[in-house]
C-alpha cells in the first residue's frame, strides 16, 4: 500500500533560522514519484518540486533544498535562513506509475504547518 | 496565464440539497483532475479526465458523486442529496499528459460546507 507519512504536524521558527521538513513514504512499485507542494494561506497548492525513484540525486534551488534517500524512503525538505514569506503547509505527495501514464494521482501526506516569526 | 480556475469559491448548502462546482484548467492542459481536502488533512485524489475521458475513479467517489468533462476543457463536479460528511475544500488540477514529467497545477478551490 502506498503511504506518505509527515510525522511533524506543526513546526516555528524564527527568521533567518533553518528548517528541514520530514517526509517518509511506503510504495511496492520501483517507478515512483515524489512531490512537494506548498498551501498558503489562500489555499492554492503551489508546486514545489518533482523526484522520480530513478533519480536520487539531491536539488538545490535557492533557499531551498531536498534529500532524496531511497535506502530509508525519504524526501526532506530544507529551508534555509527561513522567510515569514515561508509560512504555509507544505505536503509530501506520493504517485505511482501507470499503465494510463498519469502521473497526477496523488497521496498526500497529512501535512506540516510551518510558522516563520519576525 | 490565467491559471486553474473554480467557481464558485464557497459554497454553502442544506443537507439533501444537490450542487455542482466548476472548474477550468490552462488552456492547453488535457488532463484534469479532481481532490478533496478536509481540515487538517492533505488532498485526496477523486477522479481524473484526459480530455473528455474519465479515466479514473477512487472509491471515495460515491454514487452520489458525478464528474464531466463534455467538451475535454471545463469539467463539472456533483454531488447530490448532500450530506454533512461532504462538507471539504474541492481542489481542481491540471497537467499536460505529453509533459515528460507531468506537473499539477491547482486551482484555489471550492470550500463546501454542508449544514
Known amino acids: 500500500a502506498q503511504k506518505v507519512t509527515q510525522a511533524q504536524t506543526e513546526i516555528s521558527v524564527v527568521e533567518k533560522e533553518d528548517v528541514t521538513l520530514d517526509c517518509v513514504y511506503e510504495?511496492?512499485?520501483?517507478?515512483?514519484?515524489l512531490f512537494w507542494y506548498k498551501q498558503p494561506p489562500s489555499g492554492e497548492l503551489v508546486f514545489l518540486i518533482r523526484?522520480?525513484?530513478?533519480?536520487?540525486q539531491n536539488e538545490i534551488s535557492g533557499r531551498y533544498s531536498w534529500n532524496f534517500q531511497k535506502s530509508t524512503s525519504s524526501f526532506n525538505f530544507t529551508i534555509t535562513a527561513s522567510q515569514v514569506v515561508d509560512s504555509a503547509v507544505y505536503f509530501c505527495?506520493?504517485?505511482?506509475?501507470?499503465?494510463?501514464?498519469?502521473?497526477?494521482?496523488?497521496?498526500f501526506g497529512k501535512g506540516t504547518k510551518l510558522s516563520v516569526k519576525p | 496565464d490565467t491559471g486553474v480556475s473554480q467557481n464558485p469559491r464557497h459554497k454553502i448548502t442544506k443537507r439533501g440539497q444537490n450542487v455542482t462546482f466548476r472548474c477550468d484548467p490552462i488552456?492547453?492542459?488535457?488532463?484534469l483532475y479532481w481532490y478533496r481536502q478536509t481540515l487538517g488533512q492533505g488532498p485526496e485524489f477523486l477522479t481524473y479526465?484526459?480530455?473528455?475521458?474519465?479515466?479514473?475513479k477512487s472509491r471515495l467517489l460515491s454514487d452520489r458523486f458525478s464528474a464531466e468533462r463534455p467538451k475535454g476543457s471545463f469539467s463539472t463536479l456533483e454531488i447530490q442529496r448532500t450530506e454533512q460528511g461532504d462538507s471539504a475544500m474541492y481542489l481542481c488540477?491540471?497537467?499536460?499528459?505529453?509533459?515528460?514529467?507531468?506537473?499539477?497545477?491547482f486551482g484555489s478551490g471550492t470550500q463546501l460546507s454542508v449544514l
Open positions: 488540477a491540471s497537467s499536460h499528459s505529453s509533459a515528460t514529467n507531468e506537473k499539477l497545477f
Open positions: 510504495t511496492r512499485d520501483t517507478t515512483y514519484y
Open positions: 523526484r522520480n525513484s530513478f533519480d536520487e
Open positions: 505527495a506520493l504517485s505511482e506509475w501507470n499503465y494510463g501514464g498519469s502521473q497526477g494521482n496523488l497521496i
Open positions: 488552456s492547453e492542459h488535457n488532463r
Open positions: 479526465f484526459q480530455n473528455e475521458a474519465q479515466l479514473e
